[in-house]
């Protein structure tokens, strides 16, 4: 007959399997639903930025202006990255975060342009 203490111990064996279930949900609402948009460091943003941000659809995981420019007009340049910055996800900011390369460069596809 079974204690009442190894009654109520939980066992190890059978829960451990089910816990990749509880943050797979949340990871894949997060990739779906959120995304990054980076500013690389420019003379009116010195630091640069990066932002947590709901998408919109069709909008990368990755993004940024220098991104919309090189999609939009195959090239970036002053004008078109002031444009494009004119229309970032202002609105549908999460969290605003220091500026990350890596995600900077993830959204050009590894290209870095002049500040």
Known sequence: MESVAEWAAPKASGRRGWLWLIPLPICAAFYFFCGFYTVQPIGALPD???AIVWRESGEPFFNSADALCLER???VSLLCRGMAMGRGPTDRIIVRLPYMDWAY???TGGQ???R
């Open 105 to 107: 460069s993830l959204s």
């Open 48 to 50: 640069g930025a990066t």
């Open 73 to 75: 007009v195959g090239y």
């Open 112 to 114: 870095s342009f002049d």
